[in-house]
């Protein structure tokens, strides 16, 4: 198989095969059909499968939101394109009040089987309002999953498993990785939602990450390894449900836990994580306190180096490691 | 998206004169039905017999029982928090709608869910909605899955005054225009969104002007006067099926608070009392009569039923199980 694919690729085509495969699968969205959506993700989708199938939206996302809700609730199998993730806030009713409570409110009667996509991150230099990492928001919210993929091959895997799973699915992609090459298995693969992967063993240090950030610690576990410092990297892949299991299993093994997160570090889900290790068994494994690398607390700044000194980057998380290593509290980042 | 040309309307208005009697006295039970069950509901609130809140739609019977007659086999509905009567209207059992507001096992819910969010989507009820306008897109979505699937149902989707200033509101009625998607629109124009009358909420002053300016069909009728209703909804509920959407303004009144706990500080007594004198049970009952359909007797006899059947419903559902504990966390995730 083909080793050197790129995320987009591989979401197209995982798209076209979702498609092709179920005639009740639809994907709508602001600019999805000609234009082939604003990162290309759904590029000749419409050709082959018609605007019926690839619907080009209105500029209503809570509208069109909820109609996939609707759709999703009477059985078809919606895939909505959230344009950029910060326009989530438009249809905020939509994910938390409707798809995230229908089935419960409901005694269990109703499914929402919807997937919604959308591009989040910083590292465009796209400014305060289209640099977001909201998924944290939606990780609070029960009733809703939320996954984030890292490679081609995760992009697939974790893409098949949201739309067999009966719950409505947030599927983030970092737009810095839709350019990002990988390999993709030779027979296709659908993940598990909920269960993280370990990505790199080593017995000094877990760096836990998910999304673009999880190639950030892989990074930085490789120039890590070059001062001898071995790094076991896990990556999450789903922040909701959360394989804490997983990481505490690995913090058992090396005594020391680093979190890379996007989002603002005030109440994102590095801290969530933390809590579930620290406040379990796993607690008396750690030879050191865990570590958080995450956004300053602020809005995105649009200029690229004010940008870049308050994002995570390899960098800031090999520090954040030799910070930890050195047990020096209060200089952890 | 291809557009479908709109099948036109029947031309010869359908009244409700053109039914049988026992079709027409049955329109009459129902409303009753609906009033029972809320003037019951409202009793065992001020009892202190039932918990959270409640929304009454006292007055309003004639706008869910009169689109609502006109429903096909695989029709489906959203409705709002004030939804008993849309419940009701659509066939739901006054018993397991006890049972739910009840919060016990047997509830429609399981007692997950309560007044606000009574649904049978099994049979079409997408659910009453706490949020105002939010089933909205919902009710789209059933609409944009018929069309995709070639079926000829229709979504009826359920609203307020007060829903027409969300955004939602907008953005629904537009999508639904631009790919033509078959929802009938009720809007059910009260007067009043909590205390806010909708004279000072409402810029332009009608909401079917609003509609209409979506390139959608639109009326707006006496909500008060079941035969006004009923004659939009046959003509606007056809227009939609296998077609795009229509909205009917129905201009009604809630006799009741917004809640359980609102004093009624904004409107006088007065205003409420020349409402009650146009009451579309009544009215609808003088009609029968005049029909020579019903009589005293007969009509007394109605109400008792009505009464009667929904004192056994939350009687039956007063014994009914509480749901397990293990439930609470049940259907979070499938």
Redesign the interface.
Known sequence: MPDDVTFREAMTTVLRETLAADD?A?LLGEDVGVYGGAFGVSRGLVEEFG??RV?D??L?E???????????????R?IVEIQFSDFITHCM??LV??AAK??????????VPLVLRTPGGAGTGAAAQHSQSLEAWFVHV??L?VVMPSTPADAQGLFRAAMA???PVLFYEHKLLYNTKGSLPDQPETYEIGRARCTREGGDVTLVAAGLMHNYALEAAETLAGQNIDAEVINLLSLA?MDSDRVCESVRKTGRLVVVEEDVRTGGWGGELVTRVTEGPAFYALDRAPARVACADTPIPYNKRLEASIRPSPERIVEAVTQVLANDPGRYV | MATRNKTSASTAASTLSDLSAERQLALLEQMQLIRAFDEKVDKLYAKGAMHGTAHFCVGQEACAVGTLCHRHDGDVITGTHRGHGHAIAFGLDPYRMAAELLGKATGYCGGKGGSMHIADVQAGMLGANGIVGGSMGIACGAAFAFKQRAQDHVAVCFFGDGAVQEGIFNETLNLASVWQLPVLFVCENNHYAMSLSAEKATAGGSIANRAASYGMPAEAVDGMDLEAVYTAGARLMNGCRGAGPALIETITYRYLGHSKSDANRYRTREEIAEWRANDPIERYIRTLTERGLLDDERSQALVEAAADQVEQAFGRAERDPEPELSSALEDVYA
Do not use: H, K
């Open positions: 009740e639809f605007p019926e619907l939206t209105p209503s809570a509208g069109f939101t909820g109609l996939a809700i609707g759709a999703a609730v009477m059985g078809m919606p009713d939509q009040n409707q229908l089935r419960y409110m409901f005694g269990g009667a109703a499914s029960p009733g999953r799973d009966p719950n449900p």
